[in-house]
């Protein structure tokens, strides 16, 4: 934490984001009484982890908030946040983006999605390996998916102290973001990357979406 409040926090984190970094505030585990005290200094984004909760939270909370799924999402829970949800940032796996898109057709809507990446050095079974997704782009396999809006790339960096394995990282998802970009789906802008540990290198290296939750809310 940075100030005594999380409305400080946000205040502070908000001072040193550059224009065009949006925040994310991690709400996952935190009450509804801390979403809404960020609420109360103007924050509208929430990230959520869980799809139970997200929904709850949404069905309490005020309706101009947008939530974003940022955690692992199963195929049979999409239902359960397809009606509201703003963005599915955790899109692993081709299977997963024809059930959202599915279900967002039957909602009624478009879904935005990120395509999570794996470039961290812990064995994770969520995230695309890069040369999968580029051979999945390439083959045209989004293409038919009329429900979801590809508009960009998610990633973690390593969960370590030393600033050159993060910065490698980061460097990656940003340069297969441009790959995405320039050679699959130009219209996508969001780079999501950086955590409370580590969002200011993430921004120098390209981020557009920051998602804090402890250096926010404190520890969980
Ligand atoms: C929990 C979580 C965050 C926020 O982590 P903090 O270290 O609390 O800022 C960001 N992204 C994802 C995908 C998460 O699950």
């Known amino acids: 934490m940075l100030t005594n409040t999380i409305a400080g926090n946000i205040q502070q984190i908000r001072n040193t984001l550059p224009q065009g970094v949006e925040l994310v505030a991690v709400s996952k585990f935190q009450p509804e009484s801390a979403v809404m005290e960020a609420y109360g200094v103007g924050q509208r984004l929430f990230g959520e982890s869980r799809p139970q909760e997200l929904a709850a939270k949404w069905a309490a909370?005020?309706?101009?908030?947008?939530?974003?799924?940022?955690?692992?999402?199963?195929?049979?829970?999409v239902r359960l946040i397809a009606p509201f949800v703003a963005m599915v940032e955790s899109v692993d796996s081709l299977r997963l983006a024809r059930v959202i898109s599915d279900e967002a057709i039957r909602a009624g809507r478009v879904i935005d999605i990120l395509l999570e990446v794996h470039v961290a050095r812990e064995e994770s079974k969520f995230g695309w390996n890069p040369a999968t997704l580029e051979n999945t782009l390439s083959a045209g396999e989004f293409d038919n998916l009329l429900g979801v809006r590809i508009r960009g790339v998610m990633g973690m960096a390593s969960f370590t102290d030393d600033t050159n394995i993060i910065d490698g990282e980061f460097t990656k998802l940003k340069s297969i973001f441009d790959t995405i970009k320039q050679q699959y789906v130009p219209q996508i802008d969001v780079l999501s990357m950086g955590m409370s540990s580590d969002y200011p290198q993430a921004i120098v290296h390209g981020s557009t979406q920051v998602r804090i939750g402890s250096t926010i809310f404190g520890q969980r």
């Open 61 to 77: 909370l005020p309706r101009d908030i947008a939530w974003h799924m940022i955690g692992h999402l199963q195929t049979n829970k």
